[in-house]
Structure formats: structure tokens, C-alpha cells
């Protein structure tokens, strides 16, 4: 079996017929002034709770950057984003539960030492223009070092993306090649309106330098134009061919910037998994199972596209948001996604949206006008927004529907003030 099949097939492996979600949500660590925790004191106290709790710690170019207790995992980002990956589950208060003894864990270490967390789609100093993300020093890991390097030569904003952003991201499940088409046709169809439904800025009126007509969705545009080759939607999959096959090739042949394996990181550039193993770099012959495995799944996280396909898909368009709100927010997934006849009523109402130049173009829509603006079929973002919400209620248990009320509170600045 070539490597590329090895890519659909574990794509495949995913089935599922569960119908979890997993949360994950980017805090910045902030004192008083707004100003981050610096990397070795945030390193250091994630190696010494994650030994006191007795989970394993991950390290990183051999520095402790996360750890995993069994329903969770840590890691920090770029630029010391601090990362809580929630294990998949169906419970949405299982899910909160997990976070808020995480948050009762880590508060009183932070407020200790002057810091707090968080939630934003941008770090408010940098969003505000009162720091640069010049001002910013990145984690001291070979893997950022390359891409910080990579990122300045192949778009606008890889600064701003690495050094200042963070998200809130959900997996969902599939449960066959025909359930992974229609789910991610159709998330990524709606996915203008769960991206204004969950900006989060500090400054209603702040842009990126540049983009002054476009006071919305700030984190979006950073990612936009960070690098056509691994951003925005998964390419062709619109097409009516798409499926694990050519997901597993958009994976292959997305430059990799970077090699991660067996241990070691070196820079590869824009050379991709196929030149890597042509060029003999990757011997495949020699590869054992896990290390094949290991290997795919960096390939994977090389793809920065608004949806990762990999066991499941990655809904990677939300800002960072408080819990409350993030909860909210898989609510609303729960209630589309894992609904057939929702699925099925959004599929066919949007049938029309073919391209994903048009879906683009409601994003850039959105980005000028937010809430007001008009989108598909002459409805407002906020129409959209409105009707998405109603929808997934309609499919809810009346427990998940209280978390779903969290949605409205975080619209448009002129929304929350009415």
C-alpha cells in the first residue's frame, strides 16, 4: 500500500458511529497590563502540575509543553497560547465539567503569580494596536522558528496568526465517506455565520493595518492571508468526486514547511510528503506502524484550512470564547450536524452555494458589514444566524437548548448592546 492510500485509509479508520464533540479552547495567560506569561515559567508549571497530578507530560525540542490526564490534554502554542483539548464526548455537561476543574486547577497558580485567563480571538494589546506582534516572543520550539520564517515570505499576517490569535475548535464525527461529504459540504457552507457568530474582539471598530474596511472577523483575515497553500477551504471539495481519496491528496501534497519524526524537527520548506518520500528523505520501507501513523498525522497538522479532515472533522472557525459561550457553541453543532433531518434541510436549502468562491465571498461580505451583511439567497448574516440557531433547537434535548441560549451572547457589539 503506497503512502497516499495510507492517508485515505486512515482518514477511513474515523467511522464512527458515535456522535461526539470535542472541545478545544486557546487562553491567553495575561497580568494586569494585558502583557503574556514568558514561555519557561509557563513550561515549567505546566511540567510540575502535570506531575503532580501524575499525568504525561508532552515535551517538545525538549522542553515540557503540555500534558495528558486521560480526559484531557495541554499544549502550548506559538507565542505560550495555553490549549485545553477536551477529549470527545456526547454529554455536553461532561464537557464542562472537565473545563471548569481544569480552570479551578490553574486560576489560583496563575492569579498567584499575576496572571489571568484570556478568552479572545486576538491578544487585546496587539488587537488594540497598542503592541506589535513584533513585541511578541515565540515559544522557543525548531517548529515554530521554521514556520515564523516560511510565513513571512508567504503572506501578510503569519506574525499576527502565530504570536496573537487564538480559536475555539470542535471535532465532529462521521460515520461513513458518504456522512463525512455531506457534513463538512455543509459546515463549511454555514461557516460564515458561526464565524460572525463568534467573533470575539476587544475593540468593535479595530482592523488589521491595511484592511480598514473590514472591521470584522479579524482572526479569519489573519489566517486568509497567511498562506494559500494550506488556508481558507479544503480545496475541490465541492467537487462531486471528493471523498477520502482526494482528502488524503490534499493532505500529500500541502508543503510541509517542516518534518517532524522520530523525535527530531528539521525545515523542509515548501516540499510536501510525496517530494519527501521521492527524494528519499522519508524512507517508507522503513516505517513501523506507529511511526507511519505518527508521521500522517503531522501531515495533517500541516493543513491549517478552516476544516481538518483526520479521524474526524475539525471545525476550526470560531474565536476564542468562554466557556459558557464555547458550550454554546457545540450546542449549535449538536444540533445540526447530529440531526439527519437538520443535515439534510441545510444540505438541500443550500444547494445552490457550488463554489467555494462563494462561500469566500460571504466570508469577505461578512467582514465588512458583520451581522448585517447579505449572503445567500439576499438573507442577512444575522437571518442566517437566527435561523441556525432555531434549527439546532429544534432537534435538542430541553437540557441542551439552556446551552444553547449562550449563543446570542456573543454578537455584534451593537447586538449586545440592545
Request: with cysteine; aromatic share 10%.
Amino acid at each position: 500500500m503506497s503512502f497516499l492510500e495510507d492517508i485515505s485509509e486512515y482518514i477511513r479508520s474515523g467511522e464512527s458511529e458515535s456522535q461526539d464533540l470535542g472541545l478545544e479552547i486557546e487562553h491567553f495567560i495575561i497580568n494586569d497590563e494585558g502583557v503574556q506569561m514568558e514561555f519557561h515559567e509557563i513550561s515549567n508549571l505546566i511540567n510540575q502540575v502535570g506531575r503532580k497530578l501524575g499525568a504525561e507530560i508532552i515535551y517538545m525540542d525538549s522542553y515540557p509543553v503540555g500534558y495528558y490526564t486521560g480526559e484531557y490534554s495541554t499544549s502550548l502554542e506559538p507565542a505560550c497560547q495555553f490549549e485545553i483539548s477536551i477529549n470527545p464526548y456526547s454529554d455536553i455537561d461532561t464537557i464542562n465539567s472537565i473545563y471548569q476543574e481544569f480552570r479551578a486547577l490553574w486560576e489560583p497558580i496563575f492569579e498567584e503569580r499575576g496572571y489571568h485567563f484570556e478568552t479572545k480571538g486576538n491578544l487585546p494589546l496587539v488587537e488594540t494596536g497598542v503592541i506589535t506582534p513584533d513585541d511578541i516572543p515565540l515559544s522557543p520550539k525548531k517548529r515554530y522558528k521554521y514556520m515564523d520564517e516560511y510565513f513571512k515570505r508567504s503572506g501578510r499576517y503569519g506574525k499576527y496568526m502565530m504570536r496573537a490569535s487564538a480559536s475555539a475548535q470542535v471535532s465532529i464525527d462521521y460515520s461513513s465517506e458518504e456522512d463525512m461529504i455531506k457534513k463538512l459540504n455543509v459546515l463549511q457552507k454555514i461557516s460564515p455565520i458561526l464565524m460572525i457568530m463568534m467573533e470575539n474582539k476587544t475593540d468593535e471598530d479595530s482592523t488589521l493595518p491595511g484592511l480598514e474596511d473590514k472591521p470584522h472577523l479579524f482572526r479569519i483575515q489573519e489566517w486568509d492571508d497567511l498562506d494559500p497553500d494550506r488556508t481558507g477551504f479544503v480545496p475541490q471539495s465541492l467537487d462531486a468526486d471528493f471523498g477520502y481519496d482526494r482528502m488524503a491528496e490534499v493532505v500529500y501534497h500541502t508543503p510541509l514547511i517542516l518534518l517532524t519524526d522520530n523525535g527530531e524537527t528539521v525545515n523542509v520548506g515548501h516540499q510536501n510528503a510525496e517530494e519527501l518520500v521521492n527524494n528519499h528523505i522519508i524512507y517508507t520501507d522503513d516505517l513501523g506502524e506507529e511511526r507511519r501513523k505518527k508521521l500522517i498525522e503531522h501531515f495533517m497538522s500541516m493543513g491549517f484550512f478552516h476544516f481538518r479532515v483526520k479521524k474526524y472533522i475539525e471545525v476550526r472557525v470560531a474565536d476564542s470564547v468562554p466557556i459558557d459561550k464555547a458550550l454554546g457553541y457545540v450546542a449549535l453543532l449538536k444540533g445540526l450536524v447530529y440531526s439527519e433531518e437538520n443535515l439534510d434541510r441545510l444540505e438541500s436549502e443550500l444547494e445552490s452555494v457550488d463554489s467555494l468562491q462563494e462561500i469566500q465571498d460571504a466570508v469577505e461580505e461578512i467582514e465588512r458589514y458583520g451581522l448585517d451583511a447579505v449572503i445567500y439567497d439576499e438573507r442577512t448574516a444575522e437571518d442566517w444566524a437566527d435561523y441556525l440557531i432555531e434549527l439546532a433547537g429544534s432537534s435538542l434535548s430541553k437540557h441542551d437548548r439552556e446551552y444553547l441560549k449562550n449563543v446570542r451572547t456573543i454578537w455584534s457589539y451593537s447586538k449586545q448592546a440592545s
